[in-house]
């Protein structure tokens, strides 16, 4: 079946540091993938998302590619900022439903 | 447009009490979802319905819960009797019925049991 594997955490950076998250996911079709964040206290909601080989997503200064060649949909930011501090979920669906999978979670801590 | 909206926001109740938890999806969405959040466990999938029909159960825990939807704006999700293992914040999400709409997701139920 689909699934989602992605970096576990916590992880913690400085301020204006260079951010990444491995995702990785097995899927037997074609899926659309997605990051969502989760800030304390409140759902998760769509940072970016990607529905074919090679899309990028972006959003806030956050990117992710989506790579069929390495199953891989990492996430990365050149710059974090304390307002980033949250958690970060990777997640697929497939194309023909509506059954969206995620990952573990990678809890992110940025420090000033 | 209100977003998702989740009741109540906490739940606090004792072993071998009937809980129901309550979600209103964005209208128009033809997809509900139910989750579990622990930290134990992470984000489960209990259950979701398309065009309020339940299409994938098998995340549902045991017969202790159950989930209806009577409406396209409806949806409540029992536990009967709580144990305190059921002890979790509970989201609900909606989409639109295609693969590659997002979910949008409710501020969830943080259930405790005592």
């Known amino acids: 079946g689909n699934s989602v594997t992605q970096m576990e955490g916590p992880v913690t950076l400085s301020e204006e540091a260079f951010l990444t998250i491995n995702c990785t996911y097995t899927?037997?079709?074609?899926?659309?993938l997605f990051w969502y964040v989760q800030y304390p206290g409140e759902g998760l909601q769509l940072l970016l998302k990607?529905?074919?080989?090679?899309d990028k997503g972006s959003n806030k200064g956050f990117e992710a590619t989506y790579r069929k060649e390495t199953t891989s949909f990492h996430l990365e930011k050149g710059s974090v900022q304390v307002s980033d501090s949250a958690v970060y979920f990777c997640a697929l669906s497939d194309r023909g439903n509506n059954d969206m999978r995620f990952g573990a979670g990678t809890r992110l801590t940025v420090k000033p | 447009d209100a977003g998702v909206i989740q009741s109540p926001r906490h739940e606090v109740t004792e072993m071998g009490q009937e809980v129901t938890l309550r979600c209103k999806p964005i209208s128009g969405h033809n997809s509900l979802f139910w989750y579990r959040q622990t930290m134990m466990r992470g984000l489960e999938l209990l259950i979701y319905f398309n065009n309020n029909v339940p299409i994938d159960d098998s995340g549902m825990p045991e017969d202790r819960f159950s989930a209806k939807m009577p409406n396209a704006s409806f949806s409540t999700l029992k536990i009967q009797p709580s144990e305190p293992r059921d002890s979790a914040v509970y989201f609900c999400?909606?989409?639109?019925?295609?693969?590659?709409?997002?979910?949008?997701f409710g501020n969830g139920t943080r259930l405790t049991v005592t």
């Open positions: 899927a037997t079709g074609y899926p659309s």
């Open positions: 999400a909606s989409s639109p019925r295609r693969g590659d709409s997002p979910l949008h």
């Open positions: 990607a529905t074919k080989a090679d």
